[in-house]
């Protein structure tokens, strides 16, 4: 099947549960999300911000552009003025960078915090505790060029159903304290990015908003000469 086809699959599937496609363009070359492009796509997502800056160039400029990979503190200043959600929000510090930048952009830029939920030590995320800390600590609440419109998650590689199915539902009770806690009268507050191609309809059952998929709409991965951080 071509990209163009399997995209239009996942569309068609994801529109029927109401969630969200951030097709993950990673490593793929800018033919490839053009062609995803002409079949109806607009929401991409990335990891590497040089990756990105070089993409976001090239490419039509109506394509909203998720960062989904580690951020760091000295690098948002290249996204700040295009990018439309940074999924991978791990650190007050982080979280008060991409304020200032986006000030200087005058824009607000949505965020995802970014939990740890995996049972393993190589990825990225605040704990629970410190997601909790950051939301309440007087440095967040001066904070008026970011919105926090939900979380992002990413499931332990090679997990059993079992154990994949418990870490979305952890993150989805997450969600929902926080919810009640911090953003009871925000509607923007709302999304639970969770969900990739192998495990995607497990995080739809426990309530993803938002998948994002790539390697089952686009294949192979092909550039390798960027490095992740
Ligand atoms: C690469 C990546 C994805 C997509 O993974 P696939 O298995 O190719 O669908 C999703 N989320 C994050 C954070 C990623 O880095």
Redesign the pocket.
Known sequence: MSIADNLLKYKKELTAEQVELIA?S?YQDTDAILEAYEAGQRIF?E?IVQEMVDKQAKLPQDIQWHL??HLQSNKVKYIAPFITMIQSVDSLKLLVEINKQAAKHKRVIDCLLQIYIADEDTKFGLGFDEAIELLRSEEFATLKNVRITGLMG?ASNNATEKQTNDEFTELKVLFDGIKLSFFRKEDSFKEISMG???DYKLAIEAGSTMV?????IFGKRIIKHYKAE
């Open positions: 993950v990673k997502g990891n989904i990979g990413i990739m191609s192998g994002r998929i790539g390697s089952s």
